[in-house]
């Protein structure tokens, strides 16, 4: 399994930013997608989920109605759109599977500050 995630930056407050992750070795259409993220200190944090054919779809009660994920099974990507960034969304974000806590991409981090 190898996850392999976009770059990341600065932005300031309000604005938007996103993420991709391309995944290869396994079969990218028969599995739900994760993101988490984590600040230093702490544990990391769930943002977003989708499941495999996108019947399911939840996101963190923190980034609601700013974050959202989707994906592209065709390109085996799994994104995650972020708008009206707070200072508060300043982490690593990380892409995973459903099923594996083992394996995830190799971390991205966006500050927002102003």
């Known amino acids: 399994v190898q996850l392999v995630q976009s770059g990341g930056g600065e932005v300031q407050p309000f604005c938007f930013f996103f993420f991709s992750c391309k995944a290869s070795g396994f079969t990218f259409s028969s599995k739900g997608r994760k993101w988490y993220r984590q600040v230093p200190g702490k544990e990391r944090e769930f943002v977003a989920t989708?499941?495999?054919?996108?019947?399911?779809?939840r996101v963190a009660d923190s980034v609601k109605g700013r974050f959202s994920i989707s994906r592209d099974n065709l390109q085996s990507t799994v994104y995650l759109q972020m708008n009206s960034l707070k200072p508060e969304d300043t982490a690593t974000y990380y892409c995973?599977?459903?099923?594996?806590?083992?394996?995830w991409g190799q971390g991205t981090q966006v500050t927002v500050s102003s």
């Open positions: 995973g599977v459903w099923g594996d806590d083992e394996n």
């Open positions: 989708i499941s495999a054919h996108e019947d399911f779809v």
